[in-house]
């Protein structure tokens, strides 16, 4: 089979690339590299500089050639390329006539994520409600204002109605998707490449991992999350240790992971995301999202190894103090965590599904 994705999010389709190939499919992968995280790919379409916009435009103009002849088209989100949301009918056109399928994947930031969010609120809680109650902070305002009644928020909704599937990655995106299109969703986890070193042994200080984008850190609740991570530490002094990476490349991010027992991630979230996921495959205990709805999901009876929190200082606090009472469980949720990646995310697992889901397609 012939596979072309497009775009990139936290590695999810350089991973997904990796197992496909290995299940002997041919794939190449469009992106930017998600901008500074420079994630692999095969034709790099940075945009870059003055005129950026103008000369990503005439760039991919010159590529449409190797656009074109593959069984399936996956974008990572209907903003595959970083150009107008206008001009991007144009190029959603031609890779829907002159390839086999397109599927859409609901990934991260779109128009049916912040919409049902605010209208339907299928979400106790998530990056743009409590309750009932609209988010009002500057970020969370800032993507409601980017994605509703917008050119990019209309392009969304053109291309979900249009493509052949929509794949999402999380419980939350999944949650968001399927009332509105339900013969279309399907769900698949994350992918992520298992590692099979045992976990770094606890040594009685408990080191805490936490990376910071400063553009989306009271959006992803990164503000609060620090916040809580240096009260413990100034109330534990010698038993906490706090890590911080801001804005890193990938290579540089995941090394730093390496010698950390746990990482704060993502304090609005139902389930551990892509970063979460890369520090549990390395043995580290996800302090953020793990609701119910997501072991449900995941038809995960036994594993509970996620650190579940809500999104308050004080609940982070709280999980923090409940762990350093009880080093016991640590080294277990670290062994769990592992098994939990292995179980519900390895890549080739991963893949497999992504295949069936192709092949169906295909047949129809």
């Given at each position: 089979m012939r596979?072309l994705l497009l775009g ?5 389709h350089?991973?997904?690339?990796k197992?496909?190939?290995r ?15 420079d994630?692999p790919?095969d034709?790099?379409v940075s945009?870059?500089g003055t ?8 760039r991919l103009?010159?590529l449409l ?5 593959y ?7 209907p ?5 107008k949301a206008e ?5 959603y056109?031609?890779?829907r ?8 994947g609901?990934f ?5 994520w912040v ?7 299928p ?6 409600n ?18 509703i ?9 053109y ?9 999402t990655g999380l419980?939350?995106y999944?949650a ?11 769900y698949?986890?994350?992918p992520i ?12 200080t408990?080191?805490l991992f ?6 989306r850190s ?5 503000d609060?999350?620090l916040?809580?991570?240096?009260r413990?530490?100034?109330e ?5 240790d706090?890590?911080?990476a801001e804005?890193?490349p990938?290579a540089?991010?995941t090394?730093?992971?390496?010698h950390?027992d ?5 304090l ?9 996921l890369e520090?549990?495959?390395r ?8 609701e119910e709805e997501?072991?449900?999901l995941?038809q995960?009876?036994?594993?509970r190894?996620?650190v579940?929190?809500?999104p308050?200082e ?9 762990l350093?009472?009880?080093?016991e469980?640590i ?11 292995r ?6 697992k991963v893949?497999r599904?992504?295949?069936e889901?192709y092949?169906?397609?295909?047949r129809?």
């Open positions: 596979i990139e999010y936290s590695n999810v350089a991973t997904l690339a197992g496909l190939r299940l002997g499919h041919r794939v190449t992968v469009v992106s930017n590299g998600d901008f500074w995280k994630y790919r034709i790099d945009r870059h005129f950026g916009g103008l000369r990503l435009y005439l103009l010159s050639p190797r656009l074109r002849g069984d399936i088209v996956q974008l990572i989100n903003m595959f390329f970083e150009i001009r991007l009918y144009f190029f056109h031609y890779l006539r002159n390839n086999r399928r397109v599927v859409l609901g991260g930031m779109d128009y049916y919409h049902e969010c605010i209208t339907r609120f979400l106790r809680y998530s990056d743009f409590f309750g009932t109650e609209i988010r009002q902070d500057r970020e969370a305002q800032k993507y409601i204002r980017d994605w009644a917008t050119p990019k928020g209309d392009l969304c909704q291309i979900a109605n249009d493509c052949d599937k929509i794949i419980y939350e999944w968001c998707y399927k009332p509105v299109f339900p013969d279309k969703t399907a698949c986890p994350f490449v298992p590692r099979d070193n045992p976990p770094r042994p606890f040594d009685g408990l080191r936490l990376g910071i984008n400063r553009e009271a959006y992803k609740g990164t609060i999350m916040k809580a991570a240096q413990i530490a100034a534990y002094p010698g038993k906490v706090l890590k911080l804005s890193l990938f540089a991010y090394q730093c992971m390496d950390a746990a990482i704060l991630d993502q609005y979230s139902y389930t551990p995301a892509m970063n979460a520090a549990m495959a043995g580290l205990i996800c302090i953020g999202g793990g997501h072991y449900a995941l995960e009876e036994t594993l190894p996620i579940n929190v809500r308050s004080a609940d982070v606090c709280r999980a923090l103090r409940r350093l009472a009880r080093p469980r080294d277990v949720l670290k062994r769990e965590s592992m098994l939990y990646v179980r519900h995310h390895d890549y080739l893949a599904r992504y295949i889901i092949e169906a397609l295909l129809h």
